[in-house]
């Protein structure tokens, strides 16, 4: 079983920073894309990034420029560094990953259970 376990959500007012972190767990052979999506009250679940291991994560066109994804193959954790929050990054922050468990196994898509991030004046 793999699990993903979010931390780091919380209140902020706007221009102020969050460090959201993801980490997996469980039993795990390899990652391959890990990513952050976030979903706002009424409105579908959107990009905010990805990253693979050793690569240069990419970015949702609403933080690019304010958030930046990095990973720590060595921990299996994920993280996500907020800057210059505005109120419209008030979402539900999920963490994705592409896991592969065993060598003979395929590659299978696990989402963490959520944290929620909101900005407020």
């Known amino acids: 079983q793999v699990q993903l376990v979010e931390s780091g959500g919380g209140l902020v007012q706007p221009g102020g920073s969050l460090r959201l972190s993801c980490r997996a767990s469980?039993?795990?052979?390899?990652?391959?894309?890990m990513g952050w999506y976030r979903q706002a009250p009424g409105k579908e679940r959107e990009l905010v990034g990805t990253?693979?291991?050793?690569?240069?994560?990419n970015y949702g066109d609403p933080v690019k420029g304010r958030f930046t994804i990095s990973r720590d193959d060595a921990k299996n954790t994920l993280y996500l560094q907020m800057n210059s929050l505005k109120p419209e990054d008030t979402a539900v922050y999920y963490c994705?990953?592409?896991?592969?468990?065993?060598?003979?196994?395929?590659?299978?898509?696990?989402w963490g259970q959520g944290t929620q991030v909101t900005v407020f004046s």
């Open positions: 994705n990953a592409q896991i592969v468990s065993t060598w003979y196994s395929p590659t299978r898509a696990f």
């Open positions: 469980g039993t795990i052979f390899r990652i391959n894309t």
């Open positions: 990253i693979v291991s050793g690569g240069d994560p």
